[in-house]
């Protein structure tokens, strides 16, 4: 058909008809808040580069999830600033941890929300890498143990789900062996299957204190530059048990996340990162971009990329838009 006789605009005349073939759309129950948990008592603390995102105490948490849930975002996935660090990262598997204490005063006040836990060792390090050092240099086996111990004290605190985000080889596998060897094979893993080692997390380690005291993540974390190694990161924790595939970032690495929706039947989850949400933020309050309409175009292209989950800063905002 070519126009005069097929005409394009047809289907674009309004909003009632734009919306009967929209290919695409955002769902509130899609989307998951990224929650900052701080040590104290009754602390709201405004991020400076993340604006609109806070860390909270502890005592706070049943507050901002029931209030998330009224808007249909039912999901949230915790990081943790503890009280200590050391070299190995053992607060991160404490019993009395912070994300601990944060899953049980979530389950026991909002019993009916889902409790996403980030599983590493960077917010607890004192060297601030993902796992424990021989030299300057991080022992991927050895940091295995902690980080299975972490995922489990997680579980048994209430987690409905573990995220391992560390990128150390085999981690998958040894989570779910331990989870399984103590009743808990009923414990989703949502891999971060390809993270990259991306200027975009800037913003999120001032919000975590978890900047690298040396170096950099290059060693553990996936070159930007390529795109077959996704598909053998993400094939690995196939393999090794994960339930949900995840890309991080998001944004700029739409043609990821497309690779693996379309390589893999898991659910394909992208976190639209620190990064990509502050410079949204930055842009709006320049008055150079209308701050709305973007984060919804944003959202939509990871979602029309492939993404089944969006974890994102933006989830509040974007529930309350969804409701209008």
């Known amino acids: 058909m070519v126009f005069p006789e097929y005409r394009p605009r047809r289907l674009r005349k309004n909003e009632n008809i734009r919306a009967l073939i929209r290919e695409t759309r955002l769902s509130a129950d899609q989307l998951v808040s990224p929650i900052f948990i701080m040590p104290g008592k009754n602390k709201r603390e405004e991020i400076s580069s993340m604006p609109g995102v806070f860390r909270l105490s502890v005592d706070q948490l049943a507050k ?41 005063e979530l389950k026991n006040k909002v019993p009916d929300f889902t409790v996403i836990t980030d599983v590493c060792l960077c917010e607890y390090t ?27 004290s997680h579980a048994a605190a209430g987690a409905d789900m573990v995220a391992p985000s560390d990128m150390m080889d085999g981690r998958v596998a040894e ?66 048990g994960a339930d949900i595939l995840m890309v991080k970032p998001a944004l700029a690495y739409l043609d990821i996340i ?12 992208a976190y639209h990162v620190s990064g990509e949400y502050a410079m949204i933020k930055a842009a709006a309050e320049k008055g150079w971009i209308d701050e709305e309409r973007i984060m919804e175009e944003t959202l939509l292209s990871i979602k029309r990329a492939g993404a089944d989950i969006i974890i994102t800063y933006f989830a509040k905002d974007m529930a309350k838009l969804l409701r209008r």
């Open 64 to 104: 901002e999830a029931k209030e998330l849930q009224s808007l249909g975002v039912n999901s949230v996935i915790l990081f943790g600033l503890p009280e200590k660090k050391d070299a190995m990262g053992s607060g991160a598997h404490a019993k009395d941890g912070i994300i601990q204490r944060g899953i049980r």
């Open 258 to 269: 497309r690779q693996l929706k379309d390589e893999f039947d898991l659910p394909i989850a």
């Open 175 to 240: 989570i779910r062996a331990v989870l399984d060897e103590n009743n808990f094979e009923m414990i989703p893993i949502m891999s971060y299957a390809v993270k990259y080692a991306s200027a975009f997390y800037g913003p999120f380690r001032d919000a975590a204190d978890c900047a690298p005291q040396f170096g950099d993540r290059r060693s553990y974390q996936m070159d930007p530059a390529n795109s077959r190694e996704a598909l053998r990161e993400a094939t690995l924790d196939v393999d090794e």
């Open 126 to 152: 004192d060297h601030g890498h993902c796992g424990c050092l021989i030299e300057e240099t991080v022992d991927n086996d050895a940091t295995l143990e902690i980080l299975a111990k972490t995922a489990l």
